[in-house]
């Protein structure tokens, strides 16, 4: 949709939104950007990227809208508030919801918008903060056929792994399947490097030998190397994850199944934030075995 009419609005400027919204502007397209706190936002402006007070003046200056921020609370009272977007956007516009929230709100908001003349998808990231800088992240796409391919383009300058899951609500429900399989793989390799420090092991030579072979992942390569050098920034907050595994159990539940390996992970990074760990990056789980 790289159109000479299109006018991307942005919402959530954080760790992974600023590098989001940094990449449509380097690919050419008009950025309107929104955030809590404008000061999130400067570097963006710096970069030509125009400034929003509101999400209602967003709504009223673009026709496509993209949304990253933290919380389900956020994305309904973004979208479904009196003032929000779906309230607000210009008959046509397209909706797309890039936070990590709930496939039932997914599909309400898909709902409400198909009233008023919008289409919303929910696409949900994976990757981190240096998947968003590079623009590679992976983006799982729930909603109608027709909308997702219209807006490719635009995701494609965010993602290099982007797939369309089904109707609304799929691309959360993929999500959630993602985040398990990072919970129960986060203990093994931190407990992993743990072992090797305890046996007198270099760490990062464990790390050359194991990250090739059938234990390598994604946690093994980018977060072992942080966690060894005492890095625990934020490429994603302990807190949004212990969000996203609430939601993910909560679903599990409504299945009427269990999930012990996500129970587990669960329980860990809710002591560490009960430590004072919720604004570090979930790679400092390792803090709880050293």
Sequence with gaps: MKEKN???GFIGTGVMGKSMAGNLLKAGY???VYTRSKEKAEELIGKGAKWASTPREIAQQTNVIISMVGYPSDVEEIYLGEQGLIECAKEGTLLIDMTTSTPSLAMKIAGEARKKGLEALDAPVSGGDVGARDG?????????PAAFETVRPILECMGSNIVHQGPEGSGQHTKMCNQIAIASNMIGVTEAISYATRAGLDPEKVLQSISSGSAGSWSLSNLVPRMVKGDFDPGFYIKHFIKDMKIALDEVEKMGWDAPGLTLSKSLYDGLAEAGEENSGTQALYKHYN
């Design 6 to 8: 299109t006018v991307i």
């Design 30 to 32: 008009e950025v309107h």
């Design 136 to 144: 590679n992240l992976t983006i799982m796409v729930g909603g109608d």
